[in-house]
Structures are given as structure tokens and as C-alpha cells.
């Protein structure tokens, strides 16, 4: 039995569990320092996905785009810009939800295409192309508006106030009321995009190619594979899911302002990282990037119930398990090249 999982536990599958180990134990332990608060009721567990719904699809990006041995620091202000866009179109322009929504997404798509020719094509470096583009998403959300819009729009609204009800998993509370846990389609949204963003990284030609891409360009080219149609198509997804995520951000948030997902990109690399994937590309899951949003946001979680401690202790934290997880990417790699 024992020498059956060695030949299928591989450096990768480590990494993936001890991610899922660290958030089982962490989220164990708030349950058990935290139940008088009401840790270890299933709406703190889903609020975890309800605050991070937007994270959880743009690490998916940055994980499709650090397989390749990419980066990109753009995400955070592709994000704000759609929240902001967004909040601009509804509110001044009074264009339909539907349709100003539409709207980003083509954003993040021609947006992702230009980052991509840079990098694919030009050959520029990516935390190059990728800063620049963090600039000009940033600047362009202040040129829009500089103050906050809050969204009115009626449609948007009860897009983001929809609630889906797990009666099943009802609970009593302090005062004997009848508590319904919940999730909105925000939730529902970025595990379908996790799903199908899982499904074909594993299993389509070009899920492969990115993987042979950040594995080694050169034996990639041998293969016969187009590494600069593989980046280039990784940069459109990555961008097309940004703005996706910046939806669901916005449907959170309700409102856009110009210092909106200021860092989100660190939290989407972290995450990333946190779960698996390597900084050199051709390893990643993004199964392992959703556990390491979920670590994140179990963080937050830990801060906001204890009550006391500064909200800056849950950078403070995911720094500290980041560097873990890249010294354990590190002994890794060195142990596989000795085996070698």
C-alpha cells in the first residue's frame, strides 16, 4: 500500500496536500478556539467563498498564467477598473447591468490580448508588460471618476442580493431563532470557472500545452507545440477572468472607487503559490490555488472574530506562510534533482 501512493505522490501532489492539511487544521482550530462565536457554524464556512468568490476566479488566471512561467501584477487593477467601469456605466451612462457587464468582459479580453502579443510575441518580460498594464488599469480608473459610486442599478442589485438557501443545514441560535445558511450566485459563478477551468487544463490539448510551455519552451517547440499561441491564449484567459472576477468583486462590493483591489494581485499570486504552484512554471492546480484563498480568507476570519488584532496580521501571515511554501517548492526541486 505504502509503496502504491509513492509511485503516485509526486513533489506536485505534496505541495496540493499539504495545502489542503494546512486549511484543515487552521479552519479545525477556529472551530475549537472560536465555537462561543459562532466559528463552527456553516455560514462562517460559506462566507469564506462569499467574500473570496472574486479572488478564487482571479487566481485561477494568475495560476493558468504562472504554469507558463509567466506573472502578471496587472490583475488587482484590471478589477478595480471593472468595478469602477462598471459602477460609471450603471449610474451615469445608465446602461443595463446585462449589458455594461458585457461591456468589461471585452475589456479584460482585448486587454488580455495586448499583454499577451507583448509578451508572446515581443518577447518583452512579463512583471514588465504586466506593470505597465497595473498602471495604465490604475490611472484609468481615476480618469473615469475619482470619487466613489455606490450602484443602484435594480438589476445589478438583486444580482448581488439573490440569495441561495441551504435549509438542510439550518441552525439554532443564542436566542432559539431558526439560522439559514446562504451563498449568492457570485459563489456558484467562480466554482463553475474553477470546474471548468480544472477540467480543461487536465484534460484538453491546450491545458497540456501550457504545462509543456512552462515546463521547457525548448522541448515544447520540439513537440511540435506553438508556444507563442499557448502564452498568447493564456494572457486572453487570464484577462477574460480578471474582469470576471471584478464582476463578482463588485457584486460583493456594490460600488467602484479608485483604490478598490489595491494588492489583489499579491493575494492571487499568494494564493497560487500557497497552493502549489511553482514560480518557475509548469506546475499549478487550481484546486490548490482555491484551498490557498481559502487559508487567506480563514486568516481574515480568524482577525475579525477575535476582534482585537489589526486587520494588517493577515499580510503579516500569508508573507510568512508565502516564504514557507516557496522554501518547500525549493527543497523539493533539490531533491528531485539529486534523485535524478
Known amino acids: 500500500m505504502i509503496k502504491f501512493f509513492k509511485e503516485r505522490i509526486d513533489e506536485k501532489t505534496y505541495l496540493l496536500l499539504i495545502t489542503i492539511l494546512m486549511f484543515i ?8 478556539i472560536f465555537a462561543d462565536k459562532g466559528f463552527a457554524k456553516p455560514q462562517m464556512f460559506f462566507n469564506l467563498f462569499i467574500n473570496n468568490a472574486g479572488l478564487i476566479v482571479t487566481a485561477v488566471g494568475m495560476t493558468m498564467v504562472m504554469i507558463t512561467g509567466g506573472i502578471d501584477i496587472s490583475v488587482g487593477s484590471v478589477v478595480g477598473l471593472t468595478c469602477m467601469m462598471l459602477a460609471y456605466m450603471m449610474e451615469f451612462m445608465k446602461i443595463p447591468a446585462g449589458l455594461a457587464m458585457a461591456v468589461v468582459l471585452v475589456y479584460g479580453i482585448l486587454f488580455g490580448c495586448v499583454q499577451g502579443f507583448l509578451v508572446a510575441y515581443l518577447k518583452i518580460q512579463p512583471f514588465i508588460v504586466t506593470l505597465a498594464g497595473m498602471f495604465f488599469c490604475r490611472g484609468l480608473t481615476a480618469v473615469i471618476n475619482s470619487e466613489m459610486i455606490n450602484i443602484s442599478n435594480a438589476v445589478f442589485l438583486k444580482i448581488a442580493q439573490f440569495k441561495i438557501y441551504f435549509p438542510f443545514l439550518a441552525t439554532l441560535n443564542k436566542k432559539g431563532k431558526l439560522i439559514t445558511p446562504f451563498i449568492y450566485p457570485s459563489v456558484i459563478i467562480a466554482f463553475v470557472v474553477l470546474i471548468l477551468i480544472y477540467i480543461m487544463l487536465k484534460y484538453t490539448k ?6 509543456a510551455v512552462g515546463g521547457s519552451e525548448q522541448s515544447a517547440l520540439l513537440m511540435g507545440l506553438n508556444v507563442r499561441t499557448t502564452k498568447m491564449k493564456t494572457y486572453i484567459f487570464n484577462g477574460f477572468l480578471a474582469s470576471l472576477g471584478g464582476i463578482l468583486f ?19 499570486i499568494a494564493s497560487s503559490v500557497i497552493g502549489g504552484t511553482l514560480l518557475t512554471g509548469g506546475v499549478g492546480n487550481v484546486i490548490g490555488s482555491l484551498f490557498g484563498v481559502l487559508i487567506k480568507g480563514t486568516i481574515e476570519s480568524f482577525i475579525t472574530t477575535q476582534g482585537t488584532l489589526s486587520s494588517w496580521w493577515t499580510r503579516i501571515v500569508i508573507s510568512l506562510l508565502l516564504a514557507f511554501f516557496i522554501v518547500l517548492q525549493s527543497i523539493f526541486a533539490s531533491i528531485k534533482a539529486k534523485n535524478k
Open 250 to 268: 463588485c457584486l460583493n462590493t456594490c460600488a467602484g472607487f479608485v483604490e478598490q483591489a489595491r494588492g489583489f494581485e499579491m493575494e492571487a
Open 25 to 32: 487544521v487552521m479552519y479545525g482550530a477556529g472551530m475549537i
Open 206 to 211: 491546450f491545458g497540456r500545452a501550457i504545462y
